[in-house]
């Protein structure tokens, strides 16, 4: 039979597994490292104008590629709140019939860095043609006559303007300075060559920092992408805690019912953990486990560690050859060890254990139906553990008391199956077997209780996938195990 099939499906469950645990990471955001941070800037915008009748205050939101919104929220007593998304960009909007006096509004938002994104989300225009007052058109003319000489192209030629921000001799330059702002003269010297460039505000990030105003930056657009200068220093790209508040639109701020308007901003820098701010930033979908209970998040937490301790079992008995008394039992003891913590639920278990040896023996004694037999152990295994518990609690062992995690039918059977092996093979082989087994499940728990491996199990499910995969070409292993090697030592020396 051919084994194509076999390696195809091998191959898709592991280009899925892989290429959903990257989807989770890239596109989500979940991190690869449970203990990520990530920076979260709270900034709170301030409005104050003076009302006289109707009002209707319109205030531009940012949109910055750079930054992820996680919430927002506005406070605006009296007021209605409408939230517009249109070509001249995302804007909040307070209405009200009839405004006098000092107003306030507050508009206040959460945003996570997000970093390495390029502004290619607006359109060139072609600039109009600039106009100068006759008195600057020679100061103009020189300077751009000489940027232009020593340029080659739009960014160059951007390059060579803004490099005349920090000069402070130049007579013609200190002439237009006088007259202009920084950003405007810049912008109209950009569009008289045809350049197209666009003014934005933007906010420096400063943690505690209050009554903070916009600043403007310029927009040059080159070879398919917008390159930012700061006008006032005439550094080209942008700094990590630059957040471009406003790109779209003709203004920040717009009242129209009211006087003396102004916006001031207020912002504070935390960290909180990566994986908490992707949740936040994720769609909603009725389908992530996330919208769960966190009851059911707490168990299905447990249930997705099985396939670790699955593929640690399958590895070390068909690999390593170790021999357990039950396939998957470390598993299941595994998970107690994780719950009783690994100390405390080794004593446990070897307590119960020996304890069931003795009584097994003596229910052996009086042949019993298997089910009874069994059934009796239960009850029996049950008796121990709330003998062990009680004892605990009146010793002061606290620990003593999560032995009652442990699972009593696997007990019972775990004890069966030694009694039987102990009967049919002595003691050797119950020794081996029950060691083995505790061998295994201690080695397993400390693959489930690790954190990057809980973190990787729940968050990137595509890692099951993986590891099914990694399962059945375990299953067509038929070498040699790795303890067996020592039996055929001697035919080496031979």
Same mark, same amino acid.
């Given at each position: 039979?051919?084994?194509?099939?076999?390696?195809?499906?091998?191959?898709?469950l592991m280009l899925s597994g892989f290429g959903y645990t990257g989807y989770r990471h890239i596109v989500d955001g979940i991190p690869l490292l449970p203990a990520t941070a990530t920076t979260i800037w709270s900034v709170e915008a301030k409005i104050n104008f003076d009302g006289n009748g109707a009002v209707e205050a319109s205030l531009a939101l940012p949109d910055d590629p750079n930054f992820e919104l996680i919430s927002e929220s506005a406070a605006s007593n009296g007021y209605g709140l409408a939230m517009t998304n249109d070509q001249a960009g995302r804007r909040a909007v307070w209405t009200r019939r009839q405004a006098d006096g000092n107003q306030q509004l507050f508009y206040t938002a959460n945003f996570a860095v997000n970093g390495g994104h390029q502004l290619v989300d607006r359109e060139p225009q072609t600039p109009a043609p600039v106009e100068w007052d006759p008195s600057l058109e020679l100061a103009v003319q020189a300077l751009l006559a000489d940027a232009f000489d020593k340029s080659a192209d739009n960014l160059s030629f951007a390059r060579q303007l803004f490099k005349l921000a920090t000069v402070n001799d130049d007579q013609n330059l200190a002439l237009l300075k006088s007259n202009f702002s920084n950003a405007d003269l810049f912008l109209?010297?950009?569009?008289?060559?045809?350049?197209?460039?666009?003014?934005?505000?933007?906010?420096? #990030?400063?943690? +505690?920092?209050?009554?903070?105003?916009?600043?403007?930056?310029?927009?040059?657009?080159?070879?398919?992408?917008?390159?930012? /200068?700061?006008?006032?220093?005439?550094?080209?790209?942008?700094?990590?805690?630059?957040?471009?508040?406003?790109?779209?639109?003709?203004?920040?701020?717009d009242v129209r019912g009211g006087n003396?308007?102004? $916006?001031? /901003?207020?912002? =504070?820098?935390?960290?909180?953990?990566?994986?908490?701010?992707?949740?936040?930033?994720?769609?909603?979908?009725?389908?992530?486990?996330?919208?769960?209970?966190?009851?059911?998040?707490?168990?299905?937490?447990?249930?997705?560690?099985?396939? =670790?301790?699955?593929?640690?079992?399958?590895?070390?008995?068909?690999?390593?050859? =170790?021999?357990?008394?039950?396939?998957f039992m470390p598993v299941l003891i595994a998970l107690a060890f994780i719950q009783t913590k690994l100390l405390t639920g080794l004593v446990g278990f070897l307590l119960i254990v020996a304890c069931g040896l003795i009584i097994r023996s003596y229910l052996s004694n009086l042949n019993?139906?298997?089910?009874?037999?069994?059934?009796?152990? $239960?009850?029996?295994?049950?008796?121990? =553990?709330?003998? /062990?518990?009680? #004892?605990?609690?009146?010793? +002061?062992?606290?620990?003593? #008391?999560t032995i009652t995690f442990f699972p009593m039918i696997i007990l019972a059977w775990t004890i069966e199956r030694m009694s039987i092996l102990w009967e049919?093979?002595?003691?050797?082989? $119950? /020794?081996?077997?029950?060691?083995?087994?505790?061998?295994?499940a201690i080695i397993t728990y400390l693959a489930m209780d690790n954190e990057l491996v809980r973190h990787w199990a729940y968050n990137f499910l595509g890692i099951h996938l993986v590891i099914l995969a990694?399962?059945?070409?375990? +299953?067509?292993?038929?070498?040699?195990?790795?303890?067996?090697?020592?039996?055929?030592?001697? #035919?080496?020396?031979d």
């Open positions: 039979m051919s084994r194509k099939p076999f390696y195809f499906l091998i191959l898709v109209q010297m950009l569009h008289s060559k045809g350049v197209p460039a666009v003014k934005v505000m933007g906010l420096e #990030l400063e943690d +505690g920092r209050r009554r903070q105003q916009l600043q403007a930056w310029i927009e040059v657009y080159s070879d398919q992408r917008w390159v930012l /200068f700061n006008p006032r220093t005439g550094v080209e790209g942008r700094a990590d805690n630059l957040l471009l508040w406003q790109r779209f639109g003709d203004g920040v701020l003396n308007s102004s $916006v001031s /901003f207020a912002m =504070i820098e935390d960290t909180r953990p990566a994986l908490a701010t992707a949740m936040d930033m994720m769609n909603d979908s009725s389908l992530s486990l996330y919208n769960l209970p966190l009851e059911e998040q707490s168990l299905l937490r447990g249930l997705f560690l099985i396939p =670790i301790g699955v593929l640690v079992v399958v590895m070390l008995r068909v690999i390593v050859g =170790i021999k357990t008394s039950g396939t019993l139906l298997l089910i009874s037999r069994i059934s009796a152990v $239960v009850i029996v295994v049950l008796g121990i =553990i709330a003998g /062990f518990t009680l #004892l605990a609690y009146n010793l +002061g062992l606290n620990e003593g #008391l049919e093979e002595g003691a050797h082989q $119950v /020794f081996v077997q029950g060691g083995g087994s505790l061998l295994v990694i399962v059945l070409l375990l +299953g067509q292993y038929t070498g040699y195990r790795l303890l067996e090697l020592r039996r055929f030592s001697p #035919l080496k020396e």
